[in-house]
T-cell receptor, first 111, second 112 residues
Framework: QQPVQSPQAVILREGEDAVINCSSS?????VHWYRQKHGEAPVFLMI?????EQKGHDKISASFNEKKQQSSLYLTASQLSYSGTYFC????????????FGTGTRLQVTL | ETGVTQTPRHLVMGMTNKKSLKCEQH?????MYWYKQSAKKPLELMFV???????ENNSVPSRFSPECPNSSHLFLHLHTLQPEDSALYLC???????????FGDGTRLSIL
């Protein structure tokens, strides 16, 4: 029942764009996005609630497609600091406050 | 001191030992969480506490015993662990349930 993230890994050159997808087979209430750098704690990026809203944080934004039970994270003009593993955490409709995380997408930004 | 602090950062123990992991948050949050992070596996939720009451036990073996004496402190008591319990154990807190979670740096646990 864990969400499926794609791709599993991606390598970018600085300035390039990337999209990370998170798909669920169950009805979603919300999607959380986190980034974890090696040896560090996961850091919260944003929450999206059902309703198809799109959110942005600097050059990182995300959308939530309730019909497809899918969220996408968009990284624009990537910077070296974007490197890390990105996790989506999903809350299913009907289960309160229990985040189920995907296996993560490892992103590496190079010069 | 701010944020979520976990101690110890590293712990090596034998299968017959008893030890405890500690988590402290200075954010005034009401919900606290324990997660297990193993290599090549997703973050696994173990326990959720909301206003000091346990609201979620995600089918965790009884060799893991949580304790939440107040909204700022969370413990994970360990005894007779197995080698497969070796992992990074992360604590997190949030203002309320369904709010952004702030994670500590974790305790790297190795079972001999």
């Amino acid at each position: 029942q864990q969400p499926v993230q794609s791709p599993q890994a991606v390598i970018l050159r600085e300035g390039e764009d990337a999209v990370i997808n998170c798909s669920s087979s169950k009805a979603l209430y919300s999607v959380h996005w986190y980034r974890q750098k090696h040896g560090e704690a996961p850091v919260f990026l944003m929450i999206l609630l059902k309703g198809g809203e799109q959110k942005g944080h600097d050059k990182i934004s995300a959308s939530f497609n309730e019909k497809k039970q899918q969220s996408s994270l968009y990284l624009t003009a990537s910077q070296l600091s974007y490197s890390g593993t990105y996790f989506c955490g999903t809350e299913f409709t009907g289960t309160a406050s229990k985040l189920t995380f995907g296996t993560g997408t490892r992103l590496q930004v190079t010069l | 001191e701010t944020g979520v602090t976990q101690t110890p950062r590293h712990l090596v123990m034998g299968m017959t030992n008893k030890k405890s992991l500690k988590c402290e948050q200075h954010l005034g949050h009401n919900a606290m969480y324990w997660y297990k992070q193993s290599a090549k596996k997703p973050l696994e939720l173990m326990f959720v506490y909301n206003f000091k009451e346990q609201t979620e036990n995600n089918s965790v073996p009884s060799r893991f015993s949580p304790e939440c004496p107040n909204s700022s402190h969370l413990f994970l008591h360990l005894h007779t662990l197995q080698p497969e319990d070796s992992a990074l154990y992360l604590c997190a807190s949030s203002q309320e349930r369904r709010q952004p979670q702030h994670f500590g740096d974790g305790t790297r646990l190795s079972i001999l």
